[in-house]
C-alpha cells in the first residue's frame, strides 16, 4: 500500500504547530508568565526551547521521515538486528490514547461553552452564577458525554476522509482562523481601558518577582513548559514526519513550529491579562481561567458576546487541532500494525476512543468518589499525570538516545536524514551536547516531574 503524502508544507507545518498547539498554551502559559516575573521568564522559556524543545523535535521528525512509518513501527524499520528499540512504539501508542482519554473531555468543554457564549446563557450572571455554571456542568454526565462524543467523532470523521482531503484540508483553514481570531482578541483586549497595566504586570521583567518565587523554581518552570508544549514523546510529531518530502531540513522546520507555538502561548497572555486587569479580576490558572474568569470578563465588556464567543471558537480549535493530529497518529498506527486501510482503523477507533474516554466524563460525577493523586483529585488529573510526566519525557528520552547513542540508529544517520534539503543545518559539534548534556537535563525534567 503506497503511503500517503502531505499536499504542501504549509500543511505540514501547520499540522505540526496544530499538534503542539493546546490548551496548555492559554491556560498555563501566561499565567506562570506573569507569577514567575514576566519577560525574564520568557527569555528562560525562549533558552529552553531552544536548547531542549527543538534539538528532540528533530529527531522525533527524523525518525518519522527516514522510516515512513508511524510510531509502532518506525524504530523497527531503523534499529540494528536484535535490537529492542521498537518497544517503545508501544508505549508510544499507550501514551496516544492515554492523552486522548482526557482530551476529547476538556475539548468537550470548550464546545459547550462556545455554544452558552453564542446562545447568550451567561449575560446578567454574577461571579457566583458564572461558577456555578462550569460546576453544573461538570456534574451533569449527559452534558460532558454528548460533547466528548460530538469532538470524537467529528475528529474521526474528518480522518476518515484522508490525509489531504480530511486532516490537511481542515487543519489549514482552522489553523488560519485560529491566527487571525487570536490577534483580533489582542488587539481588542489591548485598547481595554486599563489594559496596559495588564500588559506591564505580563511582560516587564520583573527581577524581585523571580527572587520572591525563587530562581531555581523559575528555571524549571521554564524548562518545563518549553519541553512540554511541543507534545513530544510519543511519535505525534513523527508521524507527519512520515509524511513529508526531503525538500527541506528538518531543523529549519521545528524552528518554524516552534515560533508558531511560542506565538500563540504569547499571544494568550495579550488577550488575558490585559482584560483582566481592566475588569480588576484575577487571572488564575487552569480551569478556573477559561470556564470562570473569562466568562465573567466578557460578561463585563460592551459586545462581550461576541468577544467571548470568538475566544471559545479560538480555545476549540487550538484543543481540537491537537485532537486531530493525535487521532491521525492512532489511525496510523492501526494501519501500520495491523494493516487496515484507513476506513477500518477508524471505525475501530471510534469505538475505542469514545469508550476510553467514559471514565474522564464520570470521573466529575458518578465516579467522583475515585480520587487516585488523594482528596480532591480526578480521574483526569491520574491520566494527565501519567502522560505528561512518565510517559512523555521518556518518550522523548527514548527519541532522543536512539538517535545519539551508537546502541541505537546514530548520531551520523539522525543528523544526515535531518540535514537534507535547503534550511538550516544541524551542526556536527552539537555532538557532544546531544549524546552527553541533553539527555542529563532530561532526566532531571523526568525526576522534578515525579518529585514535584
Same mark, same amino acid.
Given at each position: 500500500?503506497?503511503?500517503?503524502?502531505?499536499?504542501?508544507?504549509?500543511g505540514?507545518i501547520l499540522?505540526?504547530?496544530g499538534?503542539?498547539?493546546?490548551?496548555?498554551? &492559554?491556560w498555563?502559559f501566561?499565567?506562570i508568565?506573569?507569577?514567575?516575573?514576566?519577560?525574564v521568564?520568557?527569555?528562560?522559556?525562549?533558552?529552553?526551547?531552544?536548547i531542549?524543545?527543538?534539538?528532540v523535535?528533530?529527531m522525533e521528525?527524523?525518525?518519522?521521515?527516514?522510516?515512513?512509518?508511524?510510531?509502532i513501527k518506525?524504530?523497527?524499520?531503523?534499529e540494528?538486528?536484535?535490537?529492542?528499540?521498537?518497544l517503545?512504539?508501544y508505549?508510544g501508542?499507550?501514551?496516544?490514547?492515554?492523552l486522548?482519554?482526557?482530551?476529547?473531555?476538556?475539548?468537550?468543554?470548550?464546545l459547550?461553552?462556545?455554544?452558552?457564549?453564542?446562545?447568550?446563557r451567561?449575560?446578567?450572571?454574577?461571579?457566583?452564577q458564572v461558577?456555578?455554571?462550569?460546576q453544573e456542568?461538570l456534574?451533569?454526565p449527559g452534558?460532558?458525554?454528548?460533547v466528548?462524543?460530538?469532538?470524537?467523532?467529528?475528529?474521526?470523521?474528518?480522518c476518515?476522509m484522508?490525509?489531504?482531503n480530511?486532516?490537511?484540508?481542515i487543519?489549514?483553514v482552522?489553523?488560519?482562523?485560529?491566527?487571525?481570531?487570536? &490577534?483580533?482578541?489582542?488587539?481588542?483586549?489591548?485598547?481595554?481601558?486599563?489594559g496596559?497595566?495588564?500588559?506591564?504586570?505580563?511582560?516587564?521583567p520583573?527581577?524581585?518577582?523571580m527572587?520572591?518565587?525563587g530562581?531555581?523554581?523559575t528555571?524549571?518552570?521554564?524548562?518545563?513548559?518549553?519541553?512540554?508544549t511541543?507534545?513530544?514523546g510519543?511519535?505525534?510529531m513523527?508521524?507527519?514526519g512520515s509524511?513529508?518530502?526531503?525538500?527541506?531540513?528538518?531543523?529549519?522546520?521545528?524552528?518554524n513550529?516552534a515560533?508558531?507555538?511560542t506565538?500563540?502561548?504569547?499571544?494568550s497572555?495579550l488577550?488575558i491579562f490585559?482584560?483582566c486587569?481592566?475588569?480588576?479580576?484575577s487571572?488564575d490558572?487552569?480551569p478556573?481561567?477559561?470556564?470562570?474568569?473569562?466568562?465573567n470578563v466578557?460578561n463585563?465588556?460592551?459586545?462581550?458576546?461576541?468577544?467571548g464567543?470568538?475566544?471559545?471558537?479560538?480555545m476549540?480549535f487550538?484543543?481540537?487541532s491537537t485532537?486531530?493530529? &493525535?487521532?491521525?497518529?492512532?489511525?496510523?498506527?492501526?494501519?501500520?500494525?495491523?494493516?487496515?486501510?484507513r476506513?477500518?482503523?477508524?471505525?475501530?477507533?471510534?469505538?475505542?476512543l469514545?469508550?476510553?474516554?467514559?471514565?474522564c466524563?464520570?470521573?466529575?460525577?458518578l465516579?467522583?468518589g475515585?480520587?487516585?493523586?488523594g482528596e480532591?483529585s480526578?480521574?483526569?488529573?491520574l491520566?494527565?499525570?501519567?502522560?505528561?510526566?512518565?510517559?512523555?519525557?521518556?518518550?522523548?528520552?527514548?527519541?532522543?538516545?536512539?538517535? &545519539?547513542?551508537?546502541?541505537?540508529?546514530?548520531?551520523?544517520?539522525?543528523?544526515?536524514?535531518a540535514?537534507?534539503?535547503?534550511?538550516l543545518?544541524?551542526?556536527?559539534w552539537i555532538r557532544?551536547?546531544?549524546?552527553?548534556?541533553l539527555p542529563?537535563?532530561l532526566?532531571l525534567?523526568i525526576i522534578l516531574?515525579w518529585?514535584g
Amino acid at each position: 500500500m503506497e503511503r500517503e503524502k502531505l499536499g504542501s508544507r504549509m500543511g505540514f507545518i501547520l499540522l505540526s504547530a496544530g499538534c503542539a498547539i493546546g490548551i496548555g498554551n &492559554v491556560w498555563r502559559f501566561p499565567y506562570i508568565t506573569g507569577l514567575y516575573g514576566g519577560g525574564v521568564f520568557v527569555l528562560f522559556y525562549l533558552f529552553f526551547l531552544v536548547i531542549m524543545g527543538i534539538p528532540v523535535m528533530t529527531m522525533e521528525f527524523a525518525v518519522g521521515r527516514a522510516s515512513r512509518k508511524s510510531i509502532i513501527k518506525s524504530f523497527t524499520e531503523l534499529e540494528k538486528p536484535g535490537q529492542k528499540w521498537h518497544l517503545h512504539g508501544y508505549l508510544g501508542m499507550a501514551g496516544n490514547y492515554l492523552l486522548m482519554m482526557f482530551y476529547t473531555t476538556v475539548a468537550g468543554w470548550m464546545l459547550y461553552y462556545f455554544y452558552l457564549m453564542l446562545t447568550g446563557r451567561f449575560q446578567g450572571k454574577n461571579l457566583e452564577q458564572v461558577g456555578g455554571m462550569f460546576q453544573e456542568m461538570l456534574d451533569s454526565p449527559g452534558v460532558l458525554t454528548a460533547v466528548m462524543a460530538i469532538i470524537v467523532v467529528a475528529g474521526i470523521l474528518i480522518c476518515s476522509m484522508g490525509l489531504q482531503n480530511g486532516v490537511e484540508r481542515i487543519t489549514k483553514v482552522m489553523m488560519s482562523l485560529l491566527l487571525i481570531i487570536i &490577534v483580533v482578541l489582542a488587539v481588542h483586549s489591548l485598547t481595554l481601558k486599563g489594559g496596559m497595566e495588564g500588559l506591564k504586570f505580563y511582560l516587564s521583567p520583573d527581577w524581585q518577582r523571580m527572587k520572591d518565587i525563587g530562581i531555581w523554581e523559575t528555571v524549571t518552570a521554564a524548562m518545563n513548559q518549553a519541553f512540554f508544549t511541543l507534545s513530544l514523546g510519543i511519535g505525534a510529531m513523527a508521524i507527519f514526519g512520515s509524511y513529508i518530502d526531503k525538500k527541506h531540513t528538518l531543523l529549519g522546520e521545528s524552528v518554524n513550529i516552534a515560533i508558531l507555538d511560542t506565538f500563540v502561548a504569547i499571544v494568550s497572555g495579550l488577550i488575558i491579562f490585559p482584560s483582566c486587569f481592566a475588569f480588576g479580576i484575577s487571572p488564575d490558572m487552569g480551569p478556573s481561567l477559561i470556564f470562570i474568569t473569562l466568562p465573567n470578563v466578557f460578561n463585563g465588556m460592551a459586545g462581550g458576546r461576541i468577544w467571548g464567543t470568538l475566544f471559545f471558537i479560538f480555545m476549540t480549535f487550538a484543543a481540537f487541532s491537537t485532537i486531530l493530529a &493525535v487521532f491521525e497518529n492512532i489511525i496510523s498506527c492501526g494501519m501500520d500494525l495491523f494493516h487496515w486501510d484507513r476506513k477500518k482503523s477508524c471505525i475501530i477507533n471510534l469505538i475505542a476512543l469514545f469508550v476510553l474516554s467514559l471514565p474522564c466524563v464520570l470521573g466529575y460525577n458518578l465516579w467522583s468518589g475515585i480520587q487516585p493523586l488523594g482528596e480532591g483529585s480526578t480521574i483526569l488529573d491520574l491520566e494527565d499525570f501519567a502522560v505528561s510526566n512518565v510517559i512523555l519525557p521518556i518518550g522523548s528520552l527514548c527519541y532522543l538516545l536512539f538517535c &545519539v547513542s551508537r546502541m541505537g540508529w546514530g548520531f551520523d544517520k539522525y543528523r544526515e536524514e535531518a540535514n537534507i534539503g535547503e534550511g538550516l543545518k544541524i551542526p556536527k559539534w552539537i555532538r557532544i551536547y546531544a549524546t552527553y548534556i541533553l539527555p542529563v537535563l532530561l532526566l532531571l525534567l523526568i525526576i522534578l516531574g515525579w518529585i514535584g
